[in-house]
């Protein structure tokens, strides 16, 4: 199995709204990420989970909030988002060094924030 | 920061040919480089990995990496028009000792054309 699953494959907020996106890997990765990726821009990271423990914040304003509950999950909490956090969010998972710095992606949440 | 430069194109090649795709890098100490093929909407793959000077070749794709120039580069031969796509290439974020992520290039978007 080298799937990583997201949902909601789409999602509309409001900028009050407060809602949460999910990431599950069945791989024994022992990093998990978080990339946001705008229209016609390479992906950018946001967040690194290594062993469970938030490894890398690349200063990701406080209405992001990740968690990660298990070394299979990792989840992204929303809220008080913008009209410019509007992009695809990508999920992945990896092994970690040398050859295991590949990273697998989930096939994304497409948010839009009105 | 590392930087990955890549020219964005579009690059477009006909159909059965092959099609040469550049990217050069900041960090000399850099030590892996990966490619990922994206089509429009959907997530990044992963389609080649890369550690050792030289050629290491997959199928269709080969790539070549030139330590002493900083310069990878990945070929496909006989280009199909399932292969337009864009092309982006990475690098390991920071020390290179895993999980620290990836930093994708701007990528390059190819198209084939029949």
């Known amino acids: 199995d080298t799937e990583v699953t997201q949902t909601p494959k789409h999602l509309v907020m409001g900028m009050t709204n407060k809602k949460s996106l999910k990431c599950e890997q069945h791989m024994g990765h022992r990093a998990m990420y978080w990339y946001k990726q705008k229209a016609k821009k390479p992906p950018e990271l946001m967040f690194v989970?290594?062993?469970?423990?938030?490894?890398i914040n690349e200063s990701v304003p406080s209405r992001f909030s990740p968690e990660c509950p298990n070394s299979s999950l990792l989840n992204l909490h929303l809220h008080a988002l913008q009209p410019e956090d509007s992009a695809l969010y990508l999920c992945?998972?990896?092994?970690?060094?040398?050859?295991?710095?590949?990273?697998?992606f989930g096939s994304g949440t497409q948010l839009s924030v009105l | 920061q590392k930087e990955v430069e890549q020219n964005s194109g579009p690059l477009s090649v006909p159909e059965g040919a092959i099609a040469s795709l550049n990217c050069t890098y900041s960090d000399r100490g850099s030590q892996s480089f990966f490619w990922y093929r994206q089509y429009s909407g959907k997530s990044p793959e992963l389609i080649m990995f890369i550690y050792s000077n030289g050629d290491k070749e997959d199928g269709r794709f080969t790539a070549q990496l030139n330590k002493a120039s900083q310069y990878v580069s990945l070929l496909i031969r006989d280009s199909q028009p399932s292969d337009s796509a864009t092309y982006l290439c990475?690098?390991?974020?920071?020390?290179?000792?895993?999980?620290?992520?990836?930093?994708f290039g701007k990528g390059t978007h190819l198209i084939i054309q029949p």
């Open positions: 989970y290594s062993y469970e423990k938030l490894s």
């Open positions: 990475a690098v390991p974020g920071y020390s290179g000792g895993g999980a620290d992520g990836l930093t």
């Open positions: 992945a998972s990896s092994q970690g060094r040398g050859e295991g710095e590949k990273l697998f």
